[in-house]
């Protein structure tokens, strides 16, 4: 997007200096030439302004669209946290269950060999 703007900026530019060349040259009063030229450059004005807007808009849509990138990588990183927490809490809980049953069992096993 960035070609594009310089490139149109670039065009907005050339065109009122073009308009301005073939008034300077155009056969007329200098008060119609006066008169072409401050119209020449309010449409150039504008077309600038325009411009302006044009920029205004496609930065803040980017930065939208940037926070919004951010917003969502930072949510979907606390998702991960949070469910890989919840995971390890869960391995850990099994871990505690088995090595309880392994010690009934080994219990049960010295109890019937003391017998």
């Not at 907005?12 to 072409?36: H, S």
């Not at 808009?57 to 917003?71: L, N, Q």
Request: charged letters at 30%.
């Amino acid at each position: 997007m960035k070609g594009k703007l310089g490139r149109i900026g670039a065009l907005i530019v050339g065109a009122g200096i073009g308009a301005g060349v073939a008034l300077l040259f155009a056969p007329k009063t200098g008060k119609q030439t006066r008169r072409e030229l401050g119209r020449s450059a309010t449409r150039s004005l504008d077309r600038l302004e325009d411009l302006q807007g044009d920029i205004r808009k496609y930065m803040t849509d980017w930065v939208e669209e940037a926070s919004a990138a951010v917003a969502s990588g930072i949510q979907c990183g606390k998702d991960s946290a949070r469910q890989g927490g919840d995971r390890v809490i869960h391995v850990l809980e099994n871990a505690r269950k088995y090595m309880e049953e392994g010690k009934e069992r080994v219990q049960r096993y010295v109890q019937s060999v003391a017998s």
